[in-house]
């Protein structure tokens, strides 16, 4: 295993290092290295969540890539009409 050393770290960095150590249990120097693990391995879990968003948003977009969508302004435009022939209520024809 390799040793680490950072330098020039705010004192409020390593402050909070330390309550968030206190915190998990852990020392300071195990509390480093779960960081540092997360941060550039990443959770088994959040991996897998990763993963299979990944996947159902590629399907999705397979479903859906060859077909051609509304723009947000149309979307918009079709919204405001709806909503203006719920307020106006039924036509009577006067």
């Known amino acids: ?23 998990h249990g852990r020392s300071a120097e195990a509390e480093h290295r779960e960081i540092l693990r997360l941060a550039l391995v990443g959770d088994d879990d959040q991996q897998a969540e990763r993963q ?22 149309q979307l918009l435009h079709e919204a405001r009409a709806e909503r203006m022939k719920t307020l106006a209520g039924p036509d009577r024809g006067d």
């Open 52 to 73: 299979r968003v990944a996947e159902r948003l590629a399907e999705f977009r397979r479903r859906t890539g060859r077909r051609g969508s509304p723009s947000a302004a």
């Open 1 to 23: 295993m390799a040793t680490l050393t950072v330098r020039n770290l705010d004192d409020d960095v390593v402050r909070r290092l330390r309550i968030r150590a206190a915190e």
